[in-house]
C-alpha cells in the first residue's frame, strides 16, 4: 500500500468508536484510554486529534492536550483536566495503529503530520510518555531523552521524551 491512499486529517465525532477499538485492541490492557476518555479528547480538543484513514478506513491516531506546565505523571490531564488550548506546550496520550495496519510507517506518517500541525498553531514543546521499545522511533523524529518516568500508568515503566518546536 503506497503513501497516496492514506489521508491524515483532524478527528470527527463519527470516529470515536472506531478510535475506540483501535485502541483497545493496540494498547496492552489497563493502558489502553476508556471509551469515555477518548469522546472527551474529541469534544474538547479536535485540533490536537489527527487520524490517519487508509482507502476510507481509519487506521490509527494521535491524540493530545496542551497546557502552560506540564507535568506528566498526572492521571488528570488524560480526561483533559488541566488542558488549555493557549498552552504553548502540548502532551501526546495516545500514538497507535490498529495492528492490521501496523509496520508500513503509519506512526511516523502521523507523527511528522502531528509535528508540522503544532509547529504551524505556534506551539513550543511536544511532551509524550513512552515504552522503552518505542525510544528509537520518537528520537527518529527529533525527539529527546529525558528521563524515565515517575508514572506507572498501567502497571508499566515509561520514558518521557521532547520535541522543542
Ligand atoms: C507503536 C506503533 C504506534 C507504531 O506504529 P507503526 O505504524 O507500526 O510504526 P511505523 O511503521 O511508522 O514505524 C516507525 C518506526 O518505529 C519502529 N517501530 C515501530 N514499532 C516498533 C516496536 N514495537 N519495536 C521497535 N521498533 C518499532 C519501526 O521499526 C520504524 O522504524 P524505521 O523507520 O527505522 O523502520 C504501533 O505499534 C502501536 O500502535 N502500538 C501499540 C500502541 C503503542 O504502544 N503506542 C506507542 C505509545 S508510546
Redesign the pocket.
Known sequence: MNASTTLIRQVLPGDLDRCFAIESQ??EGD?AATREKIATRIATWPEGFIVAQVEGVVA?FINSGAAFQVEMADEAFKEMIGHDPDGPQVVIM?????PD?????????LMTEFIARMREMGKVRIN????E??I??YA?LGFAYLKPSESDHGGLVWHEMALDL
Open positions: 493496540s494498547y493502558e490509527g495516545s500514538v497507535v495503529v490498529h495496519f501496523q509496520g508500513r510507517g503509519l506512526a511516523k506518517q509524550l510518555m513512552c515504552r521499545r518505542h528509537p522511533l527518529g
